[in-house]
C-alpha cells in the first residue's frame, strides 16, 4: 500500500507501539467496610488434632525415654513449637481410633495399663498416653480440651462416665478414681463430640443415619444428666462432595439431635493429584458451597427446636492429604503413617481453607487441622529434632486474627473455570476488623499461576494509615518443601508505603502467592 498522507504514519504506527510495550497487570478491586461485619472469627477456627495413628502422638507429642522429652514423656521441641500457632482447642484420640478407643484403658499407674490391637489403624496401642497425659498436654499449650466418645463400638454409660471423670466435683466412684490417678481438681472438659465419622463404612460400628441419630441422643442425654455445661458435637457427613446421601445424613442427625447438639462436624480433605495449581485451588468453591447447604440444613432443624439455641458447623478434620494415601483399606494406608511433606502449594490451600471459614465466620465456629505432628502435620520430627512443614505459617499467621470481626469484603477482578463451575476469581480473599487496634487485615491469595494481579483496595469507614504491614508467602518453585536443616519456604515480614489516594491504593499481588495486609484505621 502506498501512503498517500505522511500523517498516516503514526496512527499506523501506534497499535505495534502499544504492543511492545510491557503488559500491564490485570485489574481488580476490594472494597472493604468496617461496618460489613459476617461474624466473630472465634478463637476455635485455629484448633488442631491428635489421633493415635502414625507417629502423632509416640513419637510426635509424647516419647518417653527421649533426650529431647520432659520428666513427663512430652517432647519439648515440640510442645515450644506448638505453642506460638495458637492451638486453640485439641481435638482427640480420634479420629477412626476414637470407634474402637476404651477411655478406661488409658488412665491409672502407666505400667499397669493394658496394651489393645488397634483396629482402625492396624497398630498395638500400648495405652501409655492417655486421659490424663492428654488433659496435662492441654494445659501445657494452653488449648481447651475435646474429647471424641467411641460412637461406634462404645456405650452410652461408657461416654457418660468420661464425662464424670473428667467434670466431677462430687466424691463419685470416677471422680475418685480421677483423684487418686493425681488430679483432685476436674479437668472441666467442655467440648465432646459424638462420636466420629460413623457415616463411613470404614468405621469400626458404622451405622445408618437413623441408627447413629438415635445413639448419639442417648449419649447426648446421659452426658448432659452428668454434666449440662457441656457442648455437644454431632458427627455429621464425613463426604466431602454434597450427594443425595450426604444431605439426608445431615437431616436426619440434625433432625434428631436439634435440641441437644451445639454444632454439626464436617471433615473435608483435598490434593493436587494432576499438579494443576489453579484447579487445586479452585476447591473454595465446593468448600463454600457445602458450608452454604449445611447452614441452610441448620436453620431448618432449628425452626423446630423445643430449646432453642445456635447451632454452629464444626470443620473439625481438615488439610491437604493425598500423597500419603495409597492403597484401598485402613491398613495398608496406615503403613505410609499419613506423613505428607508439605510444598509451597499447600500452604497456598491452606491459606485457602482459612480464607472461607472467615467468609462463614456466622456459623463455622471451629475448625481442626488434621492433625498436629507428623500425620499430616505442621511439624515433622525425627529422633534427633523436627522442622515446620510449609503449611505451620499461615496457620500461626492467620491465627493472630481470632476475636476479629470478620468483613464481607467486595471484590472483583479477572476470573478463570474449573471443569463446568461457574468463573471464579483469581483472588481469594478474606478480610477483618480488630477493633481495639484499629486495624483491617485484608488476606488475599492469588490463584494464578501466572499472572501478578493489581488490586485497587478501597475502605470505606475510617482513613487508612500511610503505611501497611506486610506478610508474605511465595516461592519461584511450587514444588520446594522444607526439611530437617533446610527451611527453603518460609513468609516474608516487612512494611511498606501507602500511596493513598481517596481514601485507597492499589497493591500489586504476585502471582501464586499467599498475602496479608495489616492496615490502620483512623
Known sequence: MRLQNRAMLPALLLPLLVAMLPAQPPQARIRIDTNRVIGEVHAHLFGNFAEHLGRCIYGGIFEEGSPLSDAEGYRKDVLEAVKPLGVSILRWPGGNFASGYNWMDGVGPRDQRPARPDHAWGALESNRFGTDEFLRYCE???????????????????????????????????????????????????????????????????????DYAKFALQAAVAMRRQDDSIQLIASGSSNFRPSADWIGWNRTVL???????NYISLHTYIGNPDSNLEKYLAVSQDLDDRIAIVEGQIRAARNDQTRPHPIYIAFDEWNTWYRARS????????????????????????????????????????A????????????????????????????????KQRGNSSLDAQVTGPSYRTGNRSPLGYLDVSSTYNAGEKAVYVNVLNRSEKLDISARVDNVAGTIGREAGVWEMNSPDLKAVNDFGSEKVKPAVRTTALAISDNGFTYLFPKHSLTILKLKIQ
Open 368 to 399: 481442626n487441622l488434621a492433625q498436629l505432628v507428623n500425620v499430616i502435620a505442621p511439624i515433622f520430627t525425627n529422633k534427633q529434632g523436627m522442622y515446620l512443614q510449609t503449611i505451620y505459617f499461615p496457620l500461626r499467621e492467620y491465627g
Open 255 to 261: 433432625s434428631h439431635l436439634k435440641d441437644e447438639i
Open 327 to 366: 492403597g484401598t483399606t485402613e491398613f495398608e494406608i496406615a503403613k505410609t503413617g499419613l506423613e505428607e511433606h508439605y510444598n509451597f502449594e499447600d500452604a497456598l490451600a491452606t491459606g485457602m481453607f482459612l480464607n472461607s471459614f472467615i467468609r462463614h465466620a456466622n456459623i463455622v465456629k471451629m
Open 140 to 210: 501445657r499449650v494452653g488449648s481447651e480440651p475435646y474429647l471424641c466418645i467411641n460412637g461406634g463400638l462404645g456405650s452410652v454409660d461408657s461416654a457418660r462416665q468420661w464425662v464424670e471423670y473428667c467434670n466431677e466435683t462430687r466424691p463419685t466412684y470416677w471422680a475418685n478414681q480421677r483423684r487418686k490417678n493425681g488430679r483432685e481438681k476436674p479437668w472441666n472438659v467442655k467440648v465432646w463430640g459424638l462420636g466420629n465419622e460413623i457415616d463411613g463404612p470404614w468405621q469400626l460400628g458404622h451405622k445408618s443415619a437413623e
